[in-house]
């Protein structure tokens, strides 16, 4: 990581390290440990909180706070766990997973984050073939009716500012 990490110094960049299962950053306090030798103007973090409900959930206020001037980004996206005969996540919609995005929110206006939410949310997406950062499955082709992704997205974005608004008249 060393290396790496002088590598880029010569650039006006920022290596961004995402908080992932199955990593040795699945969560806000392995980032930082991981990370807080280094200059937060060089290297940071990009939240992810539907990889946490997976592996290495926790507060999401105690999160944001302990990342700091660490946190570089945010994924939006929400997963459910699910038992048939064994355990398993699947994707779900931003409003109905165990992430509770008013929570999140709530926790990044805490810490006055002003950087971007990207929008990770798969719940019905069909991408054939694609495979995440670690192998996991993407989406799965499946014979329920799916909304087109300019639909979703835009519903998606519609539910995010109606908690950013709810949150900020909360805060207020």
């Not at 989406?139 to 835009?154: R, V």
Request: charged share 25%; glycine share 8%.
């Amino acid at each position: 990581l060393n290396a790496f990490i002088q590598s880029i110094q010569p650039f006006k960049v920022k290596a961004l390290f995402e908080i992932h299962f199955k990593t040795l950053i699945a969560s806000p306090s392995m980032a930082y440990l991981l990370l807080k030798e280094f200059d937060p103007m060089k290297v940071g973090v990009i939240h992810d909180a539907g990889n946490m409900i997976i592996e290495g959930k926790e507060d999401w206020k105690t999160g944001v706070e302990i990342l700091g001037g660490y946190l570089g980004h945010v994924h939006v996206k929400n997963i459910s766990w699910q038992k048939a005969d064994k355990w398993s996540w699947r994707w779900d919609d931003l409003e109905t997973g165990m992430v509770d995005w008013e929570e999140v929110l709530t926790a990044l206006f805490s810490v006055a984050y002003e950087g971007y939410l990207s929008n990770e949310n798969l719940k019905d997406v069909v991408l054939p073939g694609a495979t995440g950062f670690i192998g996991e499955e993407l989406s799965k082709s499946s014979n329920k009716p799916f909304s087109s992704i300019g639909k979703k997205l835009t519903q998606d974005l519609q539910y995010l500012k109606a908690l950013e608004q709810k949150v900020r008249t909360t805060k207020e």
